[in-house]
């Protein structure tokens, strides 16, 4: 069973966006709670009229109506599953003028509404390792708190009066024409209240600044430069509202030999070319500890052996990386003159097949060297 919005608005289905806005206008004006106490029949009707505007109102939802009688919500259920969405529609439409049409209340409420405490970014430099495995740190934040002496009011236990400026409302109305017209309150700022003694606390502020001794778990895999966000952690919320976020923005120190290329962990292994001929056993470091790895003969410059899982873990928990050994062959600077014989021994006892990984490209370089 599906509802006609048009009907409910009495538009035709041609109407434009101006006469659903003015027929919308008119009908929430008539059926408003405020106007109409104790009236389920108009609190009923309030509703329908939120509703059919909700949907005409939205180019998209519109023509999903034309077409299908009916509008869908992102599960793919028709409708509205009862929920209330009439009263923040009507306020987003009306604003605080309407708040006004109905005297001060509603407005000198909202500017006591309870607010979220603002962010804190703080910075913190960990070890290359730490990263790897994560770990608990200690960080000292600058932190605004709610004053315990006046408990945020900025004013001495009993030292708060009405405001006579605006009696309490923490608003000025003004009569023009037909509408009245509201301003917030200068003297006490909207509050509708006057703090005669200052808190001696907080001076008046309402608030101290202290610095809190936070632990924050930085989980294992994290990044150079990452950020993280602790629900909460930030500056206290104002009138109740819930507290900031805490910003921590990691640095990781280098190390001195390891690399991260995500969750790899790269180490270059420097070998003689001796090594690299006739293939080692190399005890190499790991992050948590050592490894002996084979180097087979006739490695080559720039190879790289593979240790599955010996990375690091992903940070969001997917998974762990590897460690990647770029091994680097070391041709000698320095040589005996006892060691240049064997080399020149050794030349002589070369032909293509001692190199036969590069057979073809010393082929293809005779080839041209001799056309
Ligand atoms: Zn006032
Ligand atoms: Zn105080």
Redesign the pocket.
């Given at each position: 069973m599906s509802k006609d919005y048009y009907a409910i608005l009495g538009v035709s289905k041609n109407a434009t966006e101006i006469e659903i806005k003015k027929a919308y206008r008119k009908l929430a004006l008539q059926y408003h709670p405020d106007r109409n106490p104790d009236n389920k029949e108009a609190e009923e009707k309030f509703r329908e009229v939120n509703e059919a505007y909700q949907v005409l109102s939205d180019p998209q939802k519109r023509a999903q109506f034309d077409q299908f009688g009916r509008v869908f919500d992102e599960n793919g259920s028709s409708g509205f599953s009862g929920q209330d969405f009439g009263s923040t529609i009507f306020e987003e439409f009306f604003g605080d003028v309407f708040g006004d049409f109905f005297g001060g209340a509603r407005g000198a409420r909202q500017r006591k509404r309870p607010r979220k405490g603002s962010n804190i970014e703080v910075n913190v430099e960990i070890e290359f390792l730490e990263a790897c495995f994560g770990i608990s740190k200690k960080v000292k934040v600058p932190k605004t708190a709610n004053c315990k002496r006046c408990d945020g009011t900025g004013a001495e236990p009993g030292g708060v009066t009405t405001?006579n400026?605006?009696h309490?409302t923490?608003q000025i109305t003004q009569r023009q024409g037909f509408f009245t017209l509201s301003t917030t309150?200068p003297?006490?700022g909207?509050?509708?209240e006057?703090i005669k003694d200052r808190c001696k606390e907080c001076k008046g502020e309402g608030s101290v600044r202290e610095y809190k001794t936070l632990e924050v778990k930085i989980p294992a895999g994290i990044e150079n430069n990452m950020t993280l966000r602790i629900s909460g952690g930030g500056n206290d919320g104002i009138y109740g509202g819930p507290a900031g976020d805490l910003f921590v923005h990691v640095k990781v120190k280098e190390h001195e030999y390891f690399r991260r290329e995500g969750r790899n962990i790269i180490l270059d292994v420097p070998i003689s070319f001796v090594d690299a001929s006739l293939g080692t056993s190399l005890n190499i470091p790991t992050i948590d500890g050592s490894e002996t790895i084979k180097i087979k003969p006739g490695t080559q410059p720039d190879e790289k052996i593979v240790l599955k899982g010996k990375g690091v873990p992903d940070v969001q928990g997917y998974g762990i990386g590897n460690m990647i050994i770029n091994l680097k062959v070391v041709i000698p600077t320095k040589l005996s003159k006892k060691q240049k014989e064997l080399l020149e021994t050794f030349k002589k006892e070369s032909n293509e097949d001692t190199y036969s990984s590069e057979k073809s490209l010393w082929e293809k370089m005779k080839s041209f060297f001799n056309s």
């Open positions: 405001c400026t605006c309490g923490g309150c003297q006490c909207g509050t509708g006057f």
